[in-house]
């Protein structure tokens, strides 16, 4: 037998699920947000550079900083408070 594969996005059939196929608009791109705003974290699966953890789908985190032309965003993950890296265009305001 062979050891099941468990990648990156595994289980992921129905939450990377796109309703419309394609890119996304280009405004989605240049969003801008400030330090210390809400975002909500929506992922778009045509994207995959950028994308965080797909267990973060839907999760409301804030705005910690900015590297490069992407962002930290600062979530409680069960008990811990865990800063991660995400492109604009999987990020929605609240």
Do not use: C, W
């Not at 099941?4 to 969003?31: A, C, D, E, I």
């Not at 804030?62 to 069960?78: C, P, S």
């Amino acid at each position: 037998m062979v050891s099941r594969s468990r990648g990156y996005r595994s289980k992921t059939r129905h939450k990377l699920k796109k309703s419309v196929r394609g890119m996304p608009p280009v405004n989605r791109f240049l969003q801008e947000f400030e330090i210390g705003e809400k975002v909500s974290i929506i992922l778009d699966s045509s994207i995959t550079k950028g994308m965080p953890h797909p267990r973060f789908h839907g999760r409301v985190g804030t705005v910690t900083g900015k590297r490069g032309r992407a962002y930290l965003i600062k979530l409680k993950d069960i008990k811990k408070e865990k800063i991660f890296i995400s492109l604009p265009v999987h990020l929605r305001r609240v």
